[in-house]
């Protein structure tokens, strides 16, 4: 075989093939055709000279030769990671990307962020908006402010406080309709829901057992802006969590107990510890869950004023 016409292309296409156990899956999972996943399998075994899969009503299944490709192709993809980690090591000037979801993002990274920015010039941060939990080994990210700990080995990881999820109106919406003295009383009000709730859910079903299957919604979304813009808006009453109240005047906490009390995590890779210009980021996102200052991270419910 000429190595010369090995495609690392069309490799990537065959593991995805191996890994999804059929040319459709793994075309979805690459966003090509079918067609274009065919071919490049066929010009893979071209190459080779022999067949990597067995073909079969039930798919892809590996040949032994196409099993002993499958641990070469994850071993180069493993050392190319490894190759673009350590080049990224050696920018002195990396950016630092930080992962976290819409309302943490938006509502407090982003409030705090200008003023470390003014303190820390030349300082290059990206933050990035996911909706689940990001993979730190990808390399995309460097830090991640998530509702789960992670998973995959060298992560460096600590818990940074909790998040406690409250019922928000505004007062406007709260005179024309009353205030709920008691989860039973929503059933006469607007019930507004984050669909994406659905973080630590042993938390919210040790809180709040039926609740949520006997309240009838009158507004979904997926955004937590939009979620907040509405509620404080006069659209009805809405669990958030409560820094909510540390920032936004046109919102009241109602005197009932919290609905949810969920973990907050930070990662981060090796790369941020291993050079010193990145300490002063990991100390602002720890600061900023400081429970002296912000008592509404501590793990116990403090009521917002």
Request: aromatic share 10%; charged share 20%.
């Amino acid at each position: 075989m000429d190595l010369r016409t090995l495609d690392w292309d069309r490799l990537k296409v065959f593991q995805a093939v191996a890994e999804c156990g059929s040319i459709s899956g793994a075309a979805a999972r690459l966003a090509v055709s079918q067609a274009k996943v065919s071919r490049d399998i066929e010009e893979l075994e071209a190459s080779f000279g022999r067949e990597l899969f067995l073909r079969s009503t039930r798919g892809m299944q590996l040949t032994v030769l196409g099993a002993d490709v499958l641990k070469s192709v994850r071993n180069m993809a493993d050392s190319a990671r490894a190759i673009t980690a350590r080049i990224a090591e050696t920018e002195i000037a990396a950016r630092v990307v930080i992962a976290t979801q819409d309302a943490m993002a938006t509502y407090w990274i982003g409030r705090h962020l200008p003023a470390f920015l003014e303190a820390n010039p030349g300082t290059d941060i990206m933050v990035k908006v996911v909706q689940d939990t990001t993979s730190l080994s990808d390399g995309d990210v460097d830090i991640s402010i998530q509702y789960e700990p992670p998973s995959a080995p060298n992560i460096i990881s600590r818990q940074l406080g909790w998040l406690h999820y409250v019922l928000y109106a505004s007062p406007e919406y709260l005179a024309a309709h009353g205030t709920p003295e008691s989860m039973f009383d929503l059933g006469r009000h607007r019930f507004m829901l984050l669909t994406g709730y659905n973080k630590q859910k042993e938390s919210w079903a040790a809180k709040t057992p039926h609740w949520a299957e006997v309240l009838s919604h009158a507004f979904l979304t997926n955004s937590s802006t939009v979620l907040l813009e509405v509620c404080a808006n006069g659209g009805g009453v809405a669990p958030m969590p409560t820094y909510v109240s540390e920032f936004e005047p046109r919102l009241r906490a109602l005197d009932i107990p919290p609905l949810a009390s969920i973990r907050l995590w930070l990662a981060y890779t090796e790369r941020l510890r291993n050079f010193a210009q990145y300490e002063p980021v990991l100390e602002w996102v720890r600061s900023l869950f400081d429970p002296v200052k912000h008592p509404c991270f501590r793990e116990i419910y403090v009521q917002p004023d």
